[in-house]
T-cell receptor
Framework: GAGVSQSPSNKVTEKGKDVELRCDPI?????LYWYRQRLGQGLEFLIY????????KSGLPSDRFSAERTGESVSTLTIQRTQQEDSAVYLC????????????FGPGTRLTVL | EDQVTQSPEALRLQEGESSSLNCSYT??????LFWYRQDPGKGPEFLFT???AGEEKEKERLKATLTKKESFLHITAPKPEDSATYLC?????????????FGTGTQLKVEL
């Protein structure tokens, strides 16, 4: 079956612009996670959605970062007024309710802020 | 503070030369130890989940083991296609969900 998909695969933007990244989870997966992977660093948790519950936003690095998810479908991660330190690969993962511990990752969006 | 440390950072093996990758962790409330494989330009690919000390899981040339403080990923008779970065992560007990804390990975290169 189809895995997690993310778009765009690459995004180059200028400092100060807003960007929107999209994640399509595996169908039927109730949990969705966003992570950030900076060069040479481990993946960092950003935000977690589970069904209609309030999201866990504890990993968002600043108020320039926000994310939305409608029900159990797609999610968008928005970064406002991008800075050069936002350059990274942004990864989305989803997991099913029946095996809620294992997360399946998408290919990521590589964001470059000039 | 929850921490995950992987060693070595990089490993170069000859085809058929078995070895082990280490993942040591300190975490309050472990909810699973995860191994992923990541190829360049791609997202992490799930390999194993371990939940309790003494547990072992195998898949082809890979075997993962878990103790109370560390996990090992044993690679037996590796092939060039096993070349990748191997990531270890721990799941943290929270009110809901399973936030993963990742190590920085071991970059494995298997040569002919």
């Amino acid at each position: 079956g189809a895995g997690v998909s993310q778009s765009p695969s690459n995004k180059v933007t200028e400092k100060g612009k807003d960007v929107e990244l999209r994640c399509d989870p595996i169908s039927g997966h109730t949990a969705l996670y966003w992570y950030r992977q900076r060069l040479g660093q481990g993946l960092e948790f950003l935000i977690y959605f589970q069904g209609n519950s309030a999201p866990d936003k504890s990993g968002l690095p600043s108020d320039r970062f926000s994310a939305e998810r409608t029900g159990e479908s797609v999610s968008t991660l928005t970064i406002q007024r991008t800075q050069q330190e936002d350059s990274a690969v942004y990864l989305c993962a989803s997991s099913p309710l029946t095996s809620s511990d294992t997360q399946y990752f998408g290919p990521g969006t590589r964001l470059t802020v000039l | 503070e929850d921490q995950v440390t992987q060693s070595p950072e990089a490993l170069r093996l000859q085809e058929g030369e078995s070895s082990s990758l280490n993942c040591s962790y300190t975490v309050s409330g472990l909810r699973g130890l995860f191994w992923y494989r990541q190829d360049p330009g791609k997202g992490p690919e799930f390999l194993f989940t371990l939940y309790s000390a003494g547990e072992e899981k195998e898949k082809e040339r890979l075997k993962a083991t878990l103790t109370k403080k560390e996990s090992f990923l044993h690679i037996t008779a590796p092939k060039p296609e096993d070349s990748a970065t191997y990531l270890c992560a721990v799941g943290i007990l929270t009110g809901g969900g399973n936030k993963l804390t990742f190590g920085t990975g071991t970059q494995l290169k298997v040569e002919l």
